[in-house]
């Protein structure tokens, strides 16, 4: 390929200048040893001057779509141009941290049967997030979720540490996983196209169907400790009002609902999609109703008052 690199990362971005920016220059001053790089960057049509802002790096290519078609199918425009060995998707509010790349890099061309591998995702404070790196989920997941009060009172239980795979998050070498989150993902080419890449029609829940079909095929994922970034997780694409964060609520549980379906094989005809649908409609509707009695925060009157578009992720 002509003009190869090592490593293309590709950026989804939407209504995020504030945060895209420091991504950017997160990845250019990152120490990248002897790793070779391309940075794409896809908007979903961003109304906030975001356009403007990349034009102060000339060297970034851009895919400006008028409008939002998804994190999956942007993801994918932005694969088709890459030429880089490894597509490295990228959420819009991360930053690298030192040598976290060339880890992932070196790693991987020491095993060739790894098709993914990612990041361990800190918060601001360098806490851990627990957002990558995690056993596919099931219905243990919606009760010891990484976010779940549960999780927050017996961090160490059986369900919780299954799921989120916490007691391996000290590790000095990467381990195998069952799928890693999107906000960063570095995928071998060949295996990336070989399963299709990402499941466009899929909202939340996408990273785990290309992540299951790369092990149908014979891969593995595998998540590197030792490889920090920071992730705002939620702070890019615009402000979050109560509209979006139902719409968020509704559309993440309608995509558990169909992959628990696609992952367990289970036909119109079978009693647990159904038992499945009524719990999941259950959890949702008591979410939506905690939700519509919750007054919204005063930053997000704030961003708004500011003129921030509304929105929330890129998808």
């Known amino acids: 390929m002509k003009d190869a690199v090592d490593v293309s990362a590709i950026i989804i971005s939407l209504n995020s200048k504030r945060y895209l ?14 790793v070779t790089y391309e940075i794409i960057v896809v908007d979903n049509g961003s109304t ?23 994190y999956c199918k942007a993801g994918n425009q932005g694969a088709e141009i890459a030429r880089g060995r490894y597509f490295l998707h990228l959420n819009d509010d991360i930053l690298i941290l030192e040598d976290a790349l060339p880890k992932l890099v070196e790693w991987m061309d020491r095993n060739p049967k790894a098709a993914m591998i990612g ?16 056993s596919f989920t099931t219905p243990w997941a919606a009760i010891f979720g990484r976010k779940s ?18 007691h391996k998050i000290d590790s000095a070498e990467p ?35 290309i992540c299951a079909k790369l092990q149908e095929a014979g891969w593995n994922n595998y998540l590197h400790p030792q490889s920090k970034i920071v992730h ?5 694409s615009g402000v979050r009002t109560r509209k979006v964060r139902m719409r968020h609520i509704r559309s993440f549980h309608e995509a558990a609902h169909k992959w628990y379906c696609l992952h367990h094989n289970l036909g119109p005809a079978n ?6 649908a009524a719990l999941l409609g259950l959890r949702a509707g008591s979410l939506m109703l905690l939700e ?23 998808i």
Not at 119 to 134: E, K, V
Request: net charge negative; proline share 4%; charged share 30%.
């Open 21 to 34: 920016g420091d991504c950017i220059r997160s990845l250019k001053s990152a120490v990248w040893r002897k």
């Open 48 to 70: 906030d001057g975001t356009l403007e802002e990349l034009a102060a790096h000339p060297d970034v290519r851009v895919i400006a779509n008028r409008s939002n078609l998804g």
């Open 119 to 134: 990041s361990r995702l800190l918060n601001l404070d360098r806490t851990d997030q627990f957002s990558s790196g995690r």
């Open 149 to 166: 009060v549960l999780t927050r009172l017996f961090p160490n239980s059986k369900w919780a540490r299954d799921y989120l795979l916490s």
């Open 175 to 209: 381990y195998e996983v069952d799928w890693l989150s999107a906000a960063a993902m570095m995928t071998r080419r060949e295996p990336y196209w070989e399963v299709g890449g990402l499941a466009e029609d899929f909202y939340y829940f996408h990273e785990q169907v």
């Open 232 to 236: 705002y997780e939620g702070a890019g």
């Open 271 to 276: 009693p647990l999609r159904w038992a499945s």
């Open 292 to 314: 519509a009695v919750r007054q919204e925060s005063d930053r997000t009157k704030q961003e708004m008052e500011m003129g921030r578009p509304e929105g929330g992720v890129a």
